[in-house]
Structures are given as C-alpha cells and as structure tokens.
C-alpha cells in the first residue's frame, strides 16, 4: 500500500510521455509521479535521489530524465518501468527545463546559476559543449527542424539605472551550438518563466512580468506597477512581434509562469500562478489582431500602432478566457488531446481543464497525494506568491521578489524615502537577521517592512497572521551556494580576495557570518536625489 507522505510535494514541472503517461515533478518531495490523463488518476510514483527542476522523455518513452535542483548539476536518467535510476552526468549550478534533440541522442540542459546551456551526450553522459547565454536561463524549448534552441533568461542583465532594462530571449544555433543572437523583451521585462513555441516552429511565446519601473509607485490601478505579459517571437526574423497583456483593464493576471500551444494550434494556454487561473488565447485571431495593428489599423481605443499593444490592457478582449481553478499556484503546464493539465503547486494537485469546453469550462483538481497540513512558513510562502492579497490582484510579493524572495533586478522609485529617487529591489534574503530594511534604513526591521508591503504595494489591508506568516517564509530562506565554487570550497582567486577582502577594510563593515554591521554610512556612490543619504551596509551573502 501507498505511504502517506508527511511532505509537500509541490509539483511544479510536467512532461507528457508515450502513451497514457504524464510525469509530474515536485520541488520539495524526492519523489516523481506518473499521472494517467485519460483516467485523471495517479498510476506510479518514482523515489528519486533529488528534488527535480525538469524532466524531458525520451522520443521511444523508454528513458525519463530528470534535472536535480542542485548546485552540483546532477542530471539522471531513469527507466519508467523498474524505476531504476542512474546518474548520466553533471550540468552546472541548478540544472532545469532539459530538451533533447529530435533524434533523441543529445540532451540540451539549462544551468541556471552557471548562465549557460550544457550539452550532454545521453549515450555516454559527456559533456559536449557548454554555451553561454544571459542570466539565469529557465526554460528552452527545440524548433521542430531541431536546428535552432530558444532559451528564456529569467531576469535582465547590466546596470538597473541604464533607461532600457529587460530579460531576453537567446537563440542557439544547434549545429555550431553558439548563441547566435539575443532579442530584448520590452522595457520592464523580468522574471520570465515559460516559453513554448507554434507547432510549426515559426514563433515562440514568453512569459514574463512588465513592470512599470520609470513611474513612482502612486498607485496601482489599472497596471500602473506590474503588469503582466505574454510577448511573441517571429523566429524566422529573429524579432519580438510584438507584446500583449494578459491582465484586463481592472482585474490583473499576476505572475504568469507556464505557457503551451495545443497541438493544432489553435489556443494558447498560459497558467496564471498569482491568481490561480489558466488563460486561454484564440492564437489565430491573435496574431491576425496583431497584423492589422501592424498595418496600421485601429483594432482597440488604445491600440492604433504596435507601440501601443504592450500598454493596452483591452488588446486581448475577445480573443482570451480566463478560468478559475480549484487548486492554488498553477506552475508547468501540458495538453494531451484536449485537455491542460496545469500542476498546483500549492495544493499539490493537478488541475485539468477541457479545452473544447470553452464556453463552459468547468476545471477539476485532483489530488496526487494525501494533503499535508501547512505549515505557517508554507502558509506565508503562499501568501507571497498569491495576487489574492494586492488590490484588483494586479501582483504578488513574488512579482517584484521572484525566484523565493530575490530580486527583479530593476529599479523602483518607492514613496518610503522620498519621490523621485528610484532603487534596485533588495533581496530578501536574511532580510529578518539583517535591520534596518530598505537602502536608506527607512524601515527598522524586516518585519515593519513586510507590514508595509502590503499596506503600500500590494495596496491592502490584511490580518496580522498573515504578515506573520510571510515573517515566517522570509525567515526559512536559505543561501544558495556559489557557482564558482569547486567542489564545494573557494577557488585560489577567492582565497587570496577574501586576504584582499580584510586587509582592505572591507570587513570592517561587512563583517561577521552576515557581511554586515547593521550601520548607515556615506561611502560615496549614491546619486541624485539621494546625494547626501547614508546607505545601509548590505550583507553580501549570495551576491556571489
């Protein structure tokens, strides 16, 4: 009989296989689970020997590999009768979103932290190549001539102070295995987390926040922080088409993270993890809306030009449907014939939702194991995840703090230190072990500044236990280790910076386990409006 599991599961990553078979991963469970979608029920569960960031199948279904959410790479290889597992070879730092090669021989692999795409002979486990890309590489997906890899970078890369700031999108060149080009997302775009491409290979499709990063934040209506974004990629031109909003005029659609095409291609599905819905696009009525604004015809009040489409919150009107599911913090997303199947991360569960229902879908949720009773970390992680919290749901504390309360790397002008002097967003990384809050110190503790979050950009009023919660999440955060350490210790550059580091002072003020003394001082580099503003000393654990 099944063992009641007394962890979450947390899946987070699909893969169909051949076959009635999906295989669903979780990112706090060892454990992987075959799914049977035209029965909706879970057939098999794999115990793995890490916590998976991404599967790929191979093109017979007769090996399942598995990327391991690791600083020390670890990508396996599993057979999905015997559950026998072996590990094929090491990828970088925090390996995911592998894609084989159409002939199945090769597999394409992201290193996250390491910013670069391992190449991997999946006969020999070899490393063939490893091809540098942008900043935190998330998600790839293989044109189906198999000639060219799109790969979508999580966050943007360059000073947050330059006018332009955006993620992009990096095409591979497959035979050469070079990147070949780079194309910018609008300004604004970060946290980019799902990208898919059109049954004929002619265009890919991206998830990702647009944030409004060069106006105060005064308010939030109507899109005026974050907004949320689905931009499409001519792959043939190696261009951005153009970039649509998926939220409507007063009601956001915070944190897109998944996004498929169905096999026909007809609907684009896109799962929509701060409100707990999938949106579903007519992608032929889209793209011919986005060819006559391109020639110059008006196809909304807002949009007479395609410079216009990435501001208007109406484009899609008519084109796309909301559903609301019954599960929380939908993630990966796969279709099988006419069915999405989206993982609920926060209810480990599994969303399903008919496609040809489209007028009256009516979403299911099936549970892939027994329900663990949340803890209030767990409770917070889902409340700084969840769009529920902030007024019209337009984002999540996750918009601005992605990748488990990081940074989105642009710079914000936020009202608590004055107007007119925008900063980087701060990790919140030991956040609650490292007062004052904010760059300027404006906030006393991590905790005032959680409280105020809500208050005054998520613009809500919510019971204490939920701050309290989120205290909670902040504070179960733990480092993740550098990639450029070998072997788990310093190279003999860091050992003769971290002499440097002492001898220099450095240590005076980041001092300690934290790099910090917790005091505001000058030192020199502030600018504008801050010009004459003592700076809080940061830790700097982590910025590697």
């Known amino acids: 009989g099944e063992e009641t599991p007394q962890e979450y599961f947390s899946p987070h990553v699909l893969a169909r296989g051949n076959g009635d078979r ?30 998976t960031s991404g599967i790929a199948v191979s093109p017979d279904g007769v090996r399942v590999y598995v990327t391991a959410m690791s600083p020390s790479g670890e990508v396996y290889a599993i057979d999905p009768v015997t559950g026998k597992t072996d590990l094929l070879a090491s990828a970088g730092h925090t390996p995911n979103a592998p894609v084989l090669s159409t002939d199945g021989k090769v597999l394409y692999v992201c290193s996250r932290f390491s910013n670069e795409v391992v190449v991997v002979d999946v006969s020999s486990g070899n490393v063939l190549a490893k091809i540098p890309v942008l900043r935190e590489p998330v998600a790839a997906a293989l044109t189906p001539d198999g000639s060219s890899l799109v790969i979508a970078n999580h966050l943007p890369v360059g000073r947050a102070d ?54 105060p934040t005064t308010q939030i209506e109507r899109g005026w922080i974050n907004t949320n974004a689905l931009s499409v990629i001519d792959l043939k031109d190696r261009r951005l088409l153009n970039t649509v909003l998926l939220d409507d005029v007063d009601l956001g659609a915070a944190n897109p993270w998944g996004v498929t095409c169905t096999a026909e291609g007809r609907f684009l599905v896109v799962s929509l993890s701060g409100t707990h819905e999938l949106c579903l696009i007519d992608r032929a009525e889209l793209h011919a809306r986005l060819a006559r604004v391109a020639a110059g015809e008006q196809v909304t009040a807002a ?42 991360y926060f209810t480990d569960s599994l969303a399903i939702v008919d496609l040809r229902k489209a007028n009256s879908v009516a979403p299911r949720s099936v549970p892939l194991q027994t329900p663990v009773k949340a803890t209030e970390a767990r409770r917070g992680e889902m409340l700084f995840h969840d769009a529920d919290l902030c007024f019209q749901q337009w984002q999540s504390c996750a918009s601005c703090h992605p990748g488990s309360g990081r940074a989105d790397v642009l710079n914000w002008d936020l009202l608590n230190d004055g ?72 190279r003999p550059a860091a050992t003769r910076g971290e002499q440097i580091f002492h001898s220099a002072g450095c240590a005076s003020c980041h001092s300690g386990s934290l790099y910090t003394n917790g005091r505001l001082y000058d030192v020199g580099t502030a600018s504008g409006l801050d010009s004459a503003e003592t700076f809080d000393t940061p830790t700097l654990v982590e910025v590697w």
């Open 419 to 490: 107007i007119g002097n925008p900063k980087n967003t701060r990790s919140l990384l030991l956040a609650h072990r490292t007062p004052p809050s904010m760059s300027l110190g404006v906030r006393a503790t991590a905790e005032v500044a959680v409280r105020a979050g809500i208050r005054y950009i998520q613009f809500a009023v919510r019971p204490e236990s939920d701050a309290v919660a989120i205290d909670r999440y902040l504070e179960s955060l733990a480092p993740v280790p550098s990639p450029y350490l070998i072997d788990g210790k310093p």
């Open 162 to 215: 330059q006018d332009s700031m955006a993620a992009a999108v990096s095409l591979i060149d497959t035979q050469i295995r070079r990147t070949l080009t780079a194309i910018d997302l609008p300004n604004g775009s970060t946290n980019v987390l799902g990208l898919c491409l059109s049954p004929d290979g002619a265009y890919a499709y991206v998830t990702h926040i647009l944030g409004r990063h060069h106006l």
């Open 303 to 344: 949009s007479r030009t395609p410079e216009d489409v990435p501001n208007d919150s109406s484009f899609l009107v008519g084109l796309k449907k909301r559903v609301k599911l019954h599960g929380k913090g939908p993630r990966g997303l796969v279709v099988v014939g006419t069915k999405a199947f989206a993982a609920e």
């Open 22 to 51: 999906l295989y669903v991963a979780g990112a706090t469970s060892k454990r992987l689970v075959v799914f049977d979608p035209v029965a909706e029920k879970v057939v098999d569960r794999f115990s793995l020997p890490c916590m």
